[in-house]
């Protein structure tokens, strides 16, 4: 049984046991059965398994403060006379290997506003990246591979 599928039986079982049948009892009993699998076994399928799902746990607030720093930005561009924009086109150099990272990556830089995914190198090495905002195209390209592509890395290796 993988650490995974054990952490959702607890989380079950827990729900049972507290007769909290709601997406909170879920959660209490999710975690609870992190710490239980996390207590009990030493193998290195569980240790991935926990390494992964902490990986996940920081990127959600990461993602969360980029997407509303950029909104900010994008919403006081708009409502003010001045237009503060400096487009353009970058090429981000990928060390993502999957399609699964590098479509992660794409859709999250995508789904930032004031940055768009246009096309992947044929050789999946380069991103190409469209911003609303490039002040210095070396210091974009450095936030993006600091930032989302090595928390992708983190979550899915």
């Not at 975690?31 to 239980?36: E, I």
């Not at 995508?110 to 990246?129: A, C, I, K, M």
Request: aromatic share 12%.
């Amino acid at each position: 049984m993988t650490a995974f599928l054990a952490n959702i039986m607890l989380a079950l079982a827990w729900m049972a046991l507290t007769d909290s049948f709601h997406a909170g009892g879920f959660a209490t009993g999710f975690l609870f059965g992190f710490f239980v699998i996390w207590i009990g076994r030493r193998d290195r399928q569980t240790a991935s398994y926990h390494r992964r799902l902490l990986a996940i746990a920081s990127f959600i607030p990461y993602f969360i403060k980029e997407m509303v720093v950029a909104n900010l930005r994008v919403a006081y561009d708009v409502l003010t006379p001045r237009d503060y924009m400096k487009p353009g086109i970058v090429a981000v150099p990928l060390d993502l290997e999957s399609d699964l990272q590098i479509t992660l990556l794409a859709t999250c830089i995508t789904l930032t506003p004031g940055t768009l995914s246009l096309h992947v190198s044929e050789d999946r090495r380069t991103l190409y990246v469209h911003a609303m905002y490039i002040d210095d195209p070396q210091q974009l390209v450095q936030e993006i591979k600091q930032g989302f592509e090595q928390r992708i890395r983190e979550i899915v290796q």
